[in-house]
C-alpha cells in the first residue's frame, strides 16, 4: 500500500497554475526524491502534500486516507505529516528542547521541554547531536545543527510521512553531506516515509530509492536511480541528470553508427537519424589504434579525484563536447593521442 | 507632541536600514543555476478583516473630510477674502522661517551627533546614545517653560528654534544612528582601499546611503513643527496651529477654523511630497539582514575632546537646563506651600493622566490590528493603500484632528461631544502609526512559515495563537502600546480641545498654572511628565541596538 498518492492534481496560486496534473506514489518506508530546477514547484507540491495549499484539482491521500480531492479536506494539523521547511523554521523564543517537544502531546502537568525529556534526549541523539543543546536557543546553533533540530522536530510526533524541504541547501559542501548522512540515518531508524525535495542529482541519487523528476508541473520521469540515470526517457532528462554528449547517427536493429564507430544502442531505437546519449565515463582511453577510433586530447581539466580529458577526433570529423572522465592519476597529457573505446550501450532517443 | 511622532519614527528608522546587506549570494547554488523565488504569499484577505481595515482607514481620513467639508460651506467669496488677508501671508511666512531655520539645525546636529557616537571612538558611546536621546523624555513645552521662567526675553523666532532643535533632533539622531550601525564595513573599506580618505569615504559611500533615514528624521521634525502648539504660544511665535486655536477660544467659528486648518494640512501634503522627493528611489531592505561587519571606529584624536564639549553643551542644553530649572521651581514651590495640598491634587492628576494613556494606548492597539494583520498576512495594493491613509491623516495636527471630531460630534452625534471618548478616539487616530508599525513588526517576528510549522505539528489555530504568535509578537506590540500611552500622557493640543470638563491631565494642569505665569505651581506636573518619559527613552534607544 502506498503512504502517499497523488492523482492528478492540479494545483497553483491564484490564476497560475504551478502543478499540471501530477501523479506520484511513494511506498509505505520508501524514500522518494523529487528533482527539479528552482521555480518547478517543487515547495508548492509539498505544500499540497501537508495540506498549506488546496489543489484545484485531483486527489492527495495519505496512508490510505483522502486528505484533499473529492470534496474531502483534511487540516494540516490532522495529517500526520512532519514537514521540514526549506528554511528550518525553528521557533525563536524556544528553546531546542522546547522546539522538538513542541508536536508532541501536552499532559495537564507537563510543562514545555521538560516531561518530554527522554523524549527530546532520543530525538537528539536520532539525529547526532549532543544531549547539551538540549537547553540553547535556536540562534545559538549553526546552520546544520539547527536543520537537525528541525528534523528532529518534524520527527518526534512519530508521523508516518516526513516531507524535507531542502534541507540541505544552505549548508556548505562538508556538513551537507554529514547532515544528509545523518539524516538518512535517523529516517531509516524512524522508518517514516520520505519525500525529500532538492535540485541536487547527486543528493538525490545517493539519499532515496526512487527519484521523480519535476519539470514545467509534471513528473518527467519516476524511477530508481541507476534508472534514470543510465535509462532516461528522453534527452532531457538525460542531460538533467548529469553530463552527457548528443551524437547523432544512423541507427539500424540495436546498431548505432556514428562517429565514434559502430555502437552498441539501448532504449527507443528506430531506423534512420537519431541523438544518442554518451555519458563521459562510458569513455575508455586506450593505446593509439586500440579503441575504434583515435583522438588528440585538447584540454585536461583536474578535479584530484578524476580529470576529464577534453578530445578532438584525428579524423577531423566535428564532435562537440566530446570528453572522457578519467579516473585517478591516468591522466593524459594535452596534445596526446589516445584511442576511444566505448563501454556499454549508448542510450538512443528519436532525433 | 501631537504628531505621531514615533510611529513614523520607527518607519523611518526601518526605512534607515535601506542601504543594509543585501541578501547572501547562495553560495551552494551550481553558477548555472538561478536562486530560489521567495514570494510571500498572497492570499486574498477575508472579508471581516478587510472590512474592518477599510473601517478603521475611513475613520482616520474623517477629519480631513470633515475640515474640507466645512471650510466649502460658506460662500467662496468670503472664503477667498479671509485667505487673502495679510494675516495669512504672516501667518505664512512666520511657519516658514521656522521651518527653515530648524529642520537644517536638527539635520546637523542629529547626523553629526549620531555619527560621532556610532562610527568614532568618542568615549563611552553607550552613555552618549542615551543621552542624545534623552531630550525626548522632556515634553517641548516644558523645555520652553523653562527656558521662558529663566529668560523672559527669548521670546519669539529665535527662542522658537532654539527650543524646538534641541526637543527634536532626536527624530534624525535615532533613524540615522540606528542605519549607521546596520551598514556594513565593506563599501567604505572598499573606498578606503582605492585611496580615498576616511571623511571622504563617509561622504561618498555612507552619506548618501543616510538619505531615507535623514529625509524621514526630517519630515518628523517638520511635521512636528506645523503642529507645534505649547513651545510657540509660549515663545508667542504665531504659526497656523497656534493661530486655530486663538480662533477657537476668541469664538467658535467653524468656517474660519476650518480655513486655516486646510491651510495647515496643505502644508502637511506639501511637506509629505517633499519628503518622498528627497528620499529618492532608495531600496527598503529588512533591518537586520544577516550582521556583516561593523567598521573599526574612527580614531578622533586630539578632536576627542571638542567632541565631548559638542555633545555635552547639546546634552546640557537640551536636557540640564530644562531639568534644573523644573526642579528648582519645585523647590521654591514646596517652600511656599508648606502644607503639601498640592501633592493630592498632583496624584490625582496623574491618576487620571495615566487612566486616559492606557485607554487611549489599548485603543489605539485594537484598531491598528486590522490594518497590520491585512499588510504582514495580505500584502497587496489594497493593504498599502490603507496603510497610506492611516499615515497621512496621522501626520495631520492634533489641532485639526480635534476640530474635526468637535465639528462631527457636535453635528452627528452631539451625545459624545464632552465625553472622554472623543479624546480617546482623537488619541487614537492621531497615535495609530505607532500601534500599527510596533504591531507589524510583532507580527513580522511570528511569520506564516512559524505559524505552518506549528499546524504541521498538529497545532490548531487557537494553539498556533497561543503557542507562538502570541509570545513571539508580545515584545513589539507591548512596546507600541507603551509609545503610544506615554505620547497621551503628554499630549497638549488635542486635550485641550477634546478634555470633558472636569477632566485634567497633566498636560493640561502644567498648562493653565503656566497660563497665569505661577511657574512654581507648574513645576510639580512638568517633573511628573518628564519622570514618565524616561521610559521612552529606554525603548527607543533599543531601537538603535536592537
Ligand atoms: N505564494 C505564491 N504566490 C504566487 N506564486 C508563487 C508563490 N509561491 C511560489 N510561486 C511561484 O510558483 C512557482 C513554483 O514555486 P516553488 O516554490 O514551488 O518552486 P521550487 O521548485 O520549490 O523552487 P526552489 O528550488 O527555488 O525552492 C515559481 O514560479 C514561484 O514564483
Ligand atoms: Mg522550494
Known amino acids: 500500500m502506498s503512504e502517499v498518492r497523488l492523482s492528478g492534481v492540479r494545483a497553483g496560486y491564484g490564476d497560475v497554475e504551478i502543478l499540471h496534473g501530477v501523479d506520484l506514489a511513494v511506498p509505505s518506508g520508501g524514500t522518494t526524491a523529487v528533482l527539479g530546477d528552482s521555480g518547478s514547484g517543487k515547495t508548492t507540491l509539498l505544500k499540497v502534500i501537508s495540506g498549506f495549499l488546496r489543489p484545484d484539482a485531483g486527489q492527495v491521500q495519505v496512508g490510505g486516507r483522502t486528505v484533499a480531492g473529492d470534496d474531502a479536506w483534511v487540516a494540516p494539523e490532522r495529517r500526520g505529516v512532519g514537514y521540514v521547511r526549506q528554511d528550518g523554521g525553528l521557533f525563536p523564543h524556544l528553546s531546542v528542547a522546547g522546539n522538538i517537544a513542541f508536536g508532541l502531546p501536552r499532559t495537564g502537568i507537563a510543562r514545555r521541554g521538560r516531561a518530554h525529556r527522554d523524549r527530546v534526549l532520543e530525538l537528539l541523539d536520532l539525529v547526532e547531536l549532543p544531549a547539551d543543546v538540549a537547553e540553547r536557543r535556536p540562534d ?39 547532515t544528509r548522512e545523518a539524516t538518512a540515518r535517523a529516517l531509516q531508524a524512524s522508518g517514516a516515509t520520505t519525500l525529500l525535495v532538492t535540485h541536487d542529482q547527486g543528493e538525490a541519487m545517493s539519499f532515496a530509492d526512487e527519484i521523480a523528476v519535476l519539470r514545467q508541473g509534471a513528473f518527467g520521469q519516476i524511477a530508481p536511480p541507476r534508472t534514470i540515470y543510465g535509462e532516461p526517457v528522453d534527452a532531457h532528462i538525460a542531460s538533467f541528470m548529469g553530463e552527457a554528449i548528443p551524437i547523432h547517427g544512423l541507427a539500424s536493429h540495436n546498431q548505432f553508427r556514428c562517429a565514434l564507430g559502430n555502437l552498441e544502442a539501448a532504449g527507443f531505437v528506430t531506423r534512420g537519424a537519431v541523438v544518442a546519449i554518451l555519458r563521459p565515463e562510458q569513455l575508455r582511453l586506450v593505446a593509439p589504434g586500440e579503441g575504434s577510433v583515435d583522438a588528440r586530447v585538447s584540454r585536461v581539466t583536474y578535479f584530484g579525484h578524476d580529470s576529464v580529458a577534453d578530445l578532438e577526433l584525428v579524423s577531423g570529423t566535428p564532435l562537440k563536447g566530446l570528453r ?28 | 507632541m501631537s504628531v505621531s511622532s514615533s510611529g513614523t519614527l520607527r518607519a523611518a528608522a526601518a526605512a534607515g536600514a535601506a542601504g543594509g546587506p543585501g541578501p547572501e549570494p547562495d553560495r551552494q547554488r551550481a553558477p548555472g543555476q538561478r536562486a530560489p523565488t521567495r514570494r510571500r504569499p498572497r492570499r486574498p484577505a477575508s472579508p471581516v478583516l478587510a472590512t474592518l481595515a477599510t473601517l478603521v482607514a475611513a475613520l482616520t481620513v474623517l477629519p480631513v473630510a470633515v475640515i474640507l467639508v466645512r471650510a466649502g460651506s460658506g460662500p467662496p467669496g468670503e472664503a477667498l477674502d479671509y485667505l487673502v488677508r495679510p494675516r495669512i501671508g504672516e501667518l505664512l ?37 542615551t543621552l542624545m536621546l534623552a531630550p525626548l523624555a522632556v515634553p517641548a513645552f516644558v523645555s520652553a517653560y523653562a527656558w521662558i521662567s529663566v529668560r523672559p526675553g527669548l521670546v519669539g523666532l529665535g527662542g522658537a528654534v532654539l527650543v524646538t532643535t534641541l526637543a527634536y533632533f532626536p527624530f534624525v539622531f535615532l533613524p540615522v544612528a540606528a542605519l549607521l550601525r546596520t551598514l556594513d564595513a ?41 503642529a507645534e502648539f505649547g513651545v510657540l504660544e509660549m515663545m508667542r511665535y504665531q504659526t497656523f496651529t497656534t493661530a486655530i486655536l486663538q480662533q477657537y477660544a476668541v469664538g467658535f467659528s467653524d468656517v ?10 496643505v502644508l502637511c501634503l506639501l511637506v509629505l511630497t517633499v519628503e518622498v522627493a528627497a528620499r529618492g528611489r532608495a531600496r527598503v531592505a529588512r533591518l537586520g539582514a544577516g550582521a556583516g561587519r561593523r567598521p573599526l571606529p574612527l580614531p578622533l584624536g586630539r578632536w576627542t575632546v571638542p567632541a565631548v564639549a559638542a555633545l555635552g553643551a547639546v546634552v546640557a542644553l537640551a536636557v540640564v537646563v530644562p531639568v534644573a530649572v523644573v526642579a528648582r521651581w519645585l523647590l521654591v514651590g514646596t517652600r511656599i506651600r508648606v502644607e503639601g495640598a498640592g501633592l493630592g491634587d498632583l496624584l490625582l492628576v496623574t491618576g487620571s493622566t495615566v487612566g486616559l494613556a ?33 499615515f ?93 500611552a506615554l505620547a497621551i500622557s503628554t499630549e497638549l493640543t488635542a486635550t485641550l480641545l477634546l478634555a470633558p470638563t472636569g477632566v485634567e491631565t497633566l498636560a493640561l494642569a502644567f498648562w493653565s498654572a503656566t497660563a497665569e505665569l505661577d511657574y512654581a505651581a507648574a513645576a510639580p506636573f512638568a517633573a511628573m511628565m518628564i519622570a514618565l518619559s524616561v521610559p521612552l527613552t529606554v525603548l527607543l534607544r533599543r531601537q538603535i541596538t536592537s
Open chain 1, 140 to 178: 545559538q546553533l549553526s546552520g546544520g545543527q539547527q536543520q537537525r533540530v528541525a528534523l528532529a522536530r518534524a520527527l518526534a510526533p512519530r508521523p508516518d510521512l516526513v516531507l524535507l524541504d531542502e534541507p540541505f541547501s544552505s549548508l556548505d559542501t562538508a556538513l551537507r553531506t554529514a
Open chain 1, 324 to 351: 572522457a572522465r578519467v579516473v585517478g592519476p591516468e591522466a593524459p597529457a594535452v596534445g596526446d593521442t589516445v584511442g576511444l573505446w566505448v563501454v556499454g550501450p549508448v542510450r538512443v532517443f528519436p532525433g
Open chain 2, 93 to 129: 511666512a512666520h511657519t516658514g522661517w521656522l521651518m527653515v531655520l530648524t529642520v537644517p539645525a536638527t539635520v546637523v546636529l542629529g547626523v553629526g551627533a549620531a555619527w560621532l557616537v556610532e562610527r568614532t571612538d568618542l568615549p563611552v558611546p553607550g552613555l552618549w546614545r
Open chain 2, 186 to 226: 565593506g563599501e567604505e573599506e572598499i573606498a578606503r582601499s582605492l585611496g580615498v580618505g576616511p571623511v571622504g569615504a563617509f561622504f561618498r559611500t555612507v552619506l548618501p546611503r543616510l538619505r531615507p533615514a535623514v529625509s524621514g528624521g526630517a519630515l518628523l521634525v517638520a511635521l512636528h513643527l506645523l
Open chain 2, 256 to 265: 474660519r477654523g476650518s480655513l486655516l486648518a486646510t491651510v495647515l494640512l
Open chain 2, 358 to 390: 492606557v485607554l487611549g494606548g489599548l485603543l489605539a492597539v485594537a484598531l491598528g490590528l486590522p490594518g497590520a494583520v491585512l499588510l504582514d498576512r495580505h500584502p497587496g495594493p489594497f493593504a498599502v493603500l490603507v496603510e497610506r491613509l492611516t
Open chain 2, 392 to 484: 497621512l491623516a496621522s501626520s495631520l495636527p492634533g489641532v485639526v484632528v480635534a476640530l474635526a471630531l468637535i465639528t462631527l460630534s457636535i453635528s452627528l452625534v452631539p451625545g459624545i461631544y464632552q465625553t472622554a471618548l472623543l479624546l480617546l478616539l482623537a488619541y487614537a487616530i492621531l497615535f495609530l502609526p505607532r500601534a500599527m508599525v510596533a504591531l507589524r513588526s510583532g507580527l513580522a517576528a511570528a511569520p506564516p512559515e512559524l505559524a505552518e510549522a506549528a499546524r504541521s505539528l498538529g497545532q490548531n489555530g487557537a494553539g498556533v495563537l497561543g503557542r507562538v504568535v502570541l509570545p513571539l509578537a508580545a515584545p513589539s506590540v507591548l512596546a507600541g502600546f507603551v509609545l503610544v
